[in-house]
């Protein structure tokens, strides 16, 4: 992509008010821009690091043998008295049409069950699995951070049906298992968290997956050795790490990126979904549901990778992989950066290339901006020489490569290790 014909320039007028750093940085690079309090439009550039995220985790549930489909934002409100949450859950969005009443999905336990229900009737029917990813509506009190807490969202919901309990555990330990490598391929492995939180009536347990970061709107508490964490709804209950017992618990802010729950038949019992066994037994069917914010972990990849210049995307989900910067006017030069964008692109790079006839200065600080992570620079010295510069966008100094090695070096020394 030439950065001359982007739709998108980076902003300088961001309200100093905007009071998160990822609504900050988003917003000032062009990736996002807001409509009204917690509700984004996705620039070009932010609808390809949220498709990556989403790629990411489409790739996951399909792994764990879910099927996707999609499911209606807009809802009627019958099965939602049903369950008894038309009056319960605070952050619906009612609408009244006529004398119709409906409500936008803030997720889809009362579409999917009595779905399930028109396609389950015997244990030779489960297990099954399905999941979206859609755009849900909470009217969140405070959305004050950005991409964290929206009123229109972008969440992965996936359900499970299952003929026993035991089935429930031994596939929810398989989701816990695949969330903790979708957070690694998003670059927040090491600092997001396996959280006991609590279960509801049905459960002793649920359990979140808390991003440590300062600006985080939840606690959590760490147990250091078992790399677990509890939140604060368990910490009123007990005081020690549910794993080794170990009261020494150090307290973070962090941001709920996941959020896994076996609900047993607390909506299989309402909707009366039922299966019957190979003994004519009819049985509830056991479910569990499995949230992921891709929007919020959008978020919170900037939220945790960043520096006072601007955002650091890992590889997995950055908008380009490269940023080629050209330096000069010079018709040479010119040419010189033309052809390697275009060789770049054809060995399949992702470049976003910074043609435009502007600054030195204002290409740094803008590619530090966007966060790219790898930036080349092409100059008239570099063509001199016959090399380019290259740099990570986290590390401070650039170095000189031949311009024949640089091939082999990207693609050995940085898009490897992937
Ligand atoms: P929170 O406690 O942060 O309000 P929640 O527990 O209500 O979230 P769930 O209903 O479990 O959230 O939703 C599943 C996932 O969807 C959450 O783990 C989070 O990643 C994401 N999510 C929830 N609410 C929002 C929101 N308002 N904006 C963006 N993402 C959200
Ligand atoms: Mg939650």
Not at 241 to 248: A, G, K, R, T
Not at 269 to 292: A, I, Q, R, W
Request: with cysteine; proline share 4%; net charge negative.
């Amino acid at each position: 992509m030439k950065q001359s014909t982007l739709f998108t320039k980076t902003r300088k007028d961001i309200s100093a008010k905007e009071q998160s750093i990822n609504a900050q940085l988003l917003e000032r690079g062009g990736y996002v821009s807001k409509l009204m309090a917690g509700v984004f439009t996705y620039l070009p550039l932010g609808w390809r690091v949220l498709q990556k995220i989403e790629d990411i985790v489409r790739d996951s549930m399909n792994e764990l043998g879910a099927q996707e489909l999609l499911m209606p934002a807009l809802q009627p409100k019958e099965p939602w008295q049903i369950t008894g949450r038309w009056d319960d859950v605070d952050v619906l969005y009612k609408l009244k049409v006529g004398d119709r009443d409906f409500c936008l999905g803030p997720t889809h336990e009362e579409v999917i069950t009595p779905l399930a229900d028109q396609f389950i009737t015997s244990y030779k029917d489960l297990p099954r699995a399905v999941y979206q990813i859609q755009t849900k509506f909470r009217n969140e009190a405070r959305p004050k951070s950005g991409l964290l807490r929206g009123r229109e969202f972008r969440m992965k919901d996936l359900y499970s049906f299952h003929t026993t309990k035991e089935d429930l555990d031994r596939y929810y330990d398989d989701v816990k298992a695949m969330y903790i490598r979708i957070f690694k391929r998003c670059g927040l492995g090491d600092i997001t968290y396996f959280t006991y939180a609590s279960g509801g009536s049905f459960s002793k347990y649920s359990h979140e997956f808390q991003t440590v970061t300062p600006y985080g709107e939840d606690t959590i508490f760490i147990c250091t050795p078992c790399h677990v964490a509890i939140n604060h709804e368990i910490i009123d209950e007990q005081s020690t790490c549910p794993e080794c017992n170990s009261s020494e618990l150090v307290e973070k802010k962090s941001i709920e990126v996941g959020n896994i729950f076996k609900l047993q038949t607390r909506f299989s019992e309402p909707f009366d979904l039922t299966y019957v066994d190979s003994n004519d037994k009819e049985h509830h069917v056991p479910m569990g549901c499995y949230g992921l914010g891709t929007s919020r972990l959008m978020g919170a990849i900037v939220e945790a990778l960043h520096d006072d210049k601007g955002i650091c995307w890992p590889l997995t989900v950055a908008p380009y992989t490269i940023h080629l910067l050209l330096l000069s006017q010079t018709a040479e030069t010119k040419t010189q950066a033309q052809e390697l964008y275009e060789q770049l692109q054809k060995k399949g790079y992702e470049v976003l290339f910074d043609d435009r006839d502007v600054r030195p200065g204002q290409k740094f600080a803008d590619a530090d901006l966007i966060g790219i992570p790898v930036r080349l620079v092409i100059s008239d010295k570099t063509r001199e020489l016959q090399r380019v510069e290259f740099k990570h966008r986290s590390d401070v100094d650039a170095s000189l490569l031949p311009l024949d090695e640089l091939d082999t070096y990207l693609m050995q020394q940085v898009f490897q290790q992937n």
